[in-house]
Every structure is written in C-alpha cells, then in structure tokens.
C-alpha cells in the first residue's frame, strides 16, 4: 500500500547520526561519543514537582498553546536574559523546540518558498521544509570560520526567500556567530522583510565572553521566532518541552498549527516544567566547559586539529589530512578501534572533511573515546609514512 500514502514522507531519510549510534550499540565494548544528550539526570527538584504535580491531579487537557503559570514564567526568564520583552501571549510550549520548528516550518512556508541556511547545519530542518515543498538553500560558510560573508548570504536572496534558520551555538561546530554575522542578517531580513529562526537550544551552553545574540535587538522582534528547548541544560531530553517565542500576530499563526499538530504539552510535565526555570544552570556550563578544555588538551596532544568551539558540546574535528571519506573514517574507528563517531557529511558539509564528537557523555568514555581515536591517527599517520 506504499504506493498509496503521501510521497513527501517517503522522501525522507532515517538520521545518520541514529544510523551510526544504533550500529555501535551493536558491538560489545564500543565507546560512543555520537548522541547530544546530556548524560546527567533530570534534578530531583523538577521530578518532585512532577510527582506533586500528579498528586494535584494536574492531567487534563492542557490549553493548546500552554499553560499560563508556565508561559508567564518564561516570559519573565526571557526578559532577564534578552533585552527583547515578550508576553506570556508571545510564548507556545512545544513538544521540544523538535515540534516547535516543525509548526513554524509549516505554519509560515508556502510550496515554492526559499529557505536559507548555514552550512555546516543541525539536520532536523530540512524533511520538515521539503514537506512543505520550499526549498532549503544552503549558505556554505566553512570558508569564513564559520561565521557569515554578508556579500554571500546577499548572493542568495531571491523573491521567494522566506525565511533563514541560525543556530548559535551551532551543532555540529560549537561557534557561536559574531556581530558581523548577526549585522549581516538583520540588514538583509529588515530590507527584504524576511523571518529569522533562531535555534538557541545551546544558549545556556556558552563558554565565551563574547556572545551575542538577536534577541537582544529589538528591531528584530517582527521578524524574529526563537525555538527554545528544556532538553539540553536541564538534563530534560526525554520530557520534550521546549518553547517558542515570537512576535504577538506570529506566534498566534504558529499557535494555530501547533495546536492542531498537538492539542497541547502534557498537563503534569508543563507544571514541573516552571520549577526548570528556577533551576541555575551554571554549574552544569561549568562541567561541560571543563570537559572541552581537557578534551582539547588531549587533541592537541595528539596533534589534531578541530574547529574551535565555543559553546554547545560537540567538537567538529578535521580529518583532511587522512584522505578518507567522513563515513569511511567512522566505520574504520566503529570496526577496527571500537568507537564511535559521527560523519561530519551527515550535517550538509561542502567537503567531507570532518567528523562530530560529542562531550555531553560520560567522562570516562570521553577521555577513553579520545585516546583511541589519537590511536587511530597515530596509526594512519605511520601508515602514510610507511
Ligand atoms: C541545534 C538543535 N536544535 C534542536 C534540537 C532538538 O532538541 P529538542 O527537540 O530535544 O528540544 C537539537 C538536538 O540535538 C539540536 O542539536
């Protein structure tokens, strides 16, 4: 009955990175370091707030665009950390910022519609913009450190370019984009009125002094939607909450899709969720950023080289040197070194240059994971040689 359903979803893809994490979980002593899911536990002060929450027989129907207390409370979040201000009618709870992108994609592309986005990117997008029948056009940005050339991204606006999609701190690079880049884009979306997504699930996550962000620019606001997520600081993958922000008339489109997408969030987590918020997440930055210096320390020790990452908690490391195939690369660490990476091809690279790690797992499978793949390169190195 293939032959019956909608030919959009046959076009899509299993990830590359499940591909990849499923396979290792296959062989016996593999150490991964492919998933971006923070290995901790959710806090015991967000599950007993759920337990309470249960117990207060907080398990009706939710309203669509979510709880008010909840909504409220994020607003207020918000207007501490941004200079941007938005009301709790601004704000729509998301089965993870996953859905939330998923009901701005279909909620503002129309078939035909231009979607730009920088590459290296997060791989999630493109299905959702294709099933819409827009176009993801690809703004290649390896060759300027990552950060972005206004005259390139200019070069790619059409009449039909609707929307462009950020992420900062970028998965799988880790670099958070500078003023220049952030100049570049609200020049072009306030000239050519065009909706910027930006997906800030690794703001919390930041390692750097320098970071800037659009929310911070009030100009933007009629343009701008914020995909946001509990997932990654709160150790709260598998709760899928996360929320949107955006403009009141926008977010009142958007709230139209997801309601009819999801009806609402879970009634119990969206409660719990309000205790997140009072959570200070400083100290989980603090471990992660610890763990990148020292996992640094031990690729530079080995000699290899990386793009420098600035937050989130993946290192986009180069394997140029070795002439191989990203995927070629990961399957000859999997099969011959035990380990496990990700093709760096998996994330729409120009050149198939790199591989991803991840450093949100556990640290002794990290400092292990990194000595087998110096192992790997070192070998490699002497068999060139040879
Ligand atoms: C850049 C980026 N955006 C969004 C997500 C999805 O997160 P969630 O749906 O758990 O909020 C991820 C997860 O890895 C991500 O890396």
């Known amino acids: 009955m293939l032959d019956r359903v909608n030919t959009q979803v046959l076009k899509f893809k299993k990830s590359g990175i499940r591909k990849f994490a499923e396979a290792a979980s296959l062989i016996p002593g593999v150490v991964s370091l492919t998933i971006g899911e923070p290995e901790f536990n959710t806090s015991d002060r967000i599950k007993d707030a759920t337990k309470q929450a249960l117990d207060d027989n907080h398990t009706h129907y939710p309203s669509g665009q979510g709880l008010l207390s909840l909504r409220q409370a994020v607003a207020d979040f918000e207007s501490k950390q941004n200079k941007m201000q938005y009301k709790a009618e601004e704000v729509i709870i998301t089965n993870g910022s996953t859905e939330g992108l998923a009901a701005c994609f279909l909620a503002l592309l129309n078939e035909g519609d231009e979607v730009i986005i920088p590459q290296p990117m997060y791989v999630t997008y493109q299905p959702m913009i294709e099933y819409c029948k827009a176009k993801m056009v690809p703004l290649d940005i390896s060759l300027s450190n990552f950060q972005i050339d206004e005259a ?33 884009i609200k020049a072009i979306a306030l000239e050519h009125r065009i909706f910027v997504i930006s997906d800030d699930v690794y703001q919390q996550l930041v390692y750097v002094d320098h970071f800037q962000k659009l929310s911070d620019d009030v100009e933007m606001r009629h343009l701008l939607i914020v995909a946001q997520s509990f997932s990654k600081p709160y150790a709260m993958t598998g709760w899928r909450i996360g929320y949107l922000l955006a403009d009141a008339p926008i977010a009142a489109h958007i709230n139209m899709m997801h309601s009819y997408l999801v009806t609402g969030i879970s009634t119990f987590t969206q409660v719990a969720t309000i205790e997140a918020l009072n959570e200070d997440t400083s100290h989980v930055r603090e471990v992660y950023r610890q763990r990148l210096l020292r996992s640094m320390k031990i690729l530079d020790d080995f000699n290899i080289d990386y793009v420098k990452p600035e937050g989130a908690f993946y290192i986009f490391i180069k394997i140029k040197e070795f002439g191989m195939a ?44 990194l000595n087998r793949l110096g192992t790997m390169v070192k070998d490699l190195r002497n068999e060139k040689n040879n």
């Open 326 to 369: 990203s995927e070629a690369f990961c399957n000859k660490a999997l099969h011959d070194y035990k380990l496990a990476l990700v093709p760096g091809i998996y994330f729409n690279t120009s050149k198939d240059e790199y591989i991803r790690i991840s450093y949100a797992v556990k640290e002794k499978d990290l400092y292990e994971g």
């Open 152 to 184: 390139a991204l200019r070069a790619l606006i059409t009449p039909r370019t609707k929307l462009m999609v950020i992420t900062s701190p970028n998965n799988p690079t880790g670099v958070v984009l500078n003023k220049q880049s952030l100049d570049a």
